[in-house]
């Protein structure tokens, strides 16, 4: 089970810090991601670490999101600087064995989502 949390209303140029915590399962041994959607569009990637914490992003988070985790805590997060309206989503965390990091299709297993919404 993957659980969600630290979402919330901000203003933009904010940060917030999401967490992800995982239970039943062992996040070290899983390429860990965020993903997120915003009404009307597609699930969007958004970060990625893999086993080795080898971490990936897309382009439009990219020197402004730090993904990173806790393997004593079992925890996944991402912390989140210089937020802006554009970043206004339902961000969920996931885990896959093993896949292309990016796509959403590699992940199996999934949170329920946090809800992210950045004002002007």
């Known amino acids: 089970q993957l659980v969600e949390s630290g979402g919330g209303l901000v203003q933009a140029g904010d940060s917030l810090r999401l967490s992800c915590a995982a239970s039943?399962?062992?996040?070290?041994?899983?390429?860990m991601a965020w993903f997120r959607q915003a009404p009307g569009k597609e699930r969007e990637f958004v970060a990625a670490?893999?086993?080795?914490?080898?971490?990936y992003y897309a382009d439009s988070v990219k020197g402004r999101f730090a993904i990173s985790r806790d393997n004593a805590k079992n925890t996944l997060y991402l912390q989140m600087n210089s937020l802006k309206p554009e970043d206004t989503a339902v961000y969920s965390c996931?885990?896959?064995?093993?896949?292309?990091?990016?796509?959403?299709?590699?992940?199996?297993?999934w949170g329920q989502g946090t809800q992210v919404t950045v004002s002007l």
């Open positions: 996931a885990a896959a064995v093993s896949g292309s990091y990016s796509s959403y299709r590699s992940y199996g297993f």
């Open positions: 039943g399962r062992t996040i070290s041994n899983y390429i």
């Open positions: 670490i893999g086993w080795g914490g080898s971490t």
